[in-house]
């Protein structure tokens, strides 16, 4: 999946999580789930992140191969939970469902992911698209469209703005 593809399907999601349980649709909960929705894919030099990780993609990738560790939920869950001693802030809040989403969005391409990576090496997935093709393009608009509809029904835009306001 493409990077703007990512950003948005996990804005939605992470959309739909504020709609349904007490998360605030924030500045920084929006911000983090960007970051998080980005990161996974800095084992690949060519991606939006890898490009401008100076370098870091290319020593990820050597040792690991794209779609491999940092694609994984073993490692996700080491990531999350070193976050959350870290701090409870809503961008890390984001940052860790962004990073989630991620993987559960790259679950559906033909390439799958490595989930139990280190402990089973083997590609999961449910093939719905592959990068960049028809299909994907098709989710990010219903995606966008979606994010449309709830952000302005459950008036997480209003909730948005409100808080851009207390972060000046
Ligand atoms: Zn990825």
Known sequence: MRYHSHIVTS???????????????????????????????????????????????????????????????VMWGIIALVISWESSSLFAVGFALGYLFHILEDFFSVQGVPLFWPFISKRFKIPLYRT????????????????????????????WWRSLALFW
């Open 11 to 73: 804005l939605l999601l992470g959309a739909t999580a504020a709609a349904q349980t007490p998360l605030s649709f924030t500045v920084s909960y929006t911000a983090g789930i960007v970051v998080g929705s980005l990161i996974p894919d800095i084992d690949e030099p060519t991606s939006y992140i890898g490009r401008r990780s100076f370098g870091v993609s290319n020593k990820v990738k050597e040792a690991f191969g794209h779609r491999g560790m940092t694609h994984s939920l």
């Open 132 to 159: 960049g093709n028809i299909v994907e393009k098709a989710l990010f608009y219903a995606a966008l469209v979606l994010l449309i509809y709830l952000g302005i029904k459950e008036q997480l835009f209003s909730e």
